[in-house]
């Protein structure tokens, strides 16, 4: 099992800046992808970004530019810093950690809000 414990959601103004963190437990294995998803009311969830154990990163067209996806491996910990927010970015915000083909966990979720 592995738990996702998130933080640093929150609300914000339109071109402001947030940083969210998500700290992972539990039975890590060193391969893996750990990443970031939100679902906004009425909408289906949809990837924001990801990245490997080995740096590789990924995003979704509507955030490249303005989103950076990092991690701390030694921490099992993913951030992920936003600026320039838009008030389309606004949903829950879920993190993910995938290792293999059964492995697959998600977080509780932050909710993410940012006003015009």
């Known amino acids: 099992q592995v738990q996702l414990v998130e933080s640093g959601g929150g609300l914000v103004q339109a071109g402001g800046s947030l940083r969210l963190s998500c700290a992972a437990s539990?039975?890590?294995?060193?391969?893996?992808?750990m990443g970031w998803y939100r679902q906004a009311p009425g909408k289906q969830r949809e990837l924001v970004a990801t990245?490997?154990?080995?740096?590789?990163?990924n995003y979704a067209d509507s955030v490249k530019g303005r989103f950076t996806i990092d991690r701390d491996n030694a921490k099992n910990t993913v951030y992920l810093r936003m600026n320039d927010l838009k008030p389309e970015d606004t949903a829950v915000y879920y993190c993910?950690?995938?290792?293999?083909?059964?492995?697959?966990?998600w977080g509780q979720g932050t909710q993410v809000t940012v006003s015009s």
């Open positions: 993910r950690y995938r290792s293999g083909v059964t492995r697959n966990y």
């Open positions: 539990g039975s890590i294995f060193s391969n893996n992808v």
């Open positions: 990245i490997t154990s080995g740096g590789s990163t």
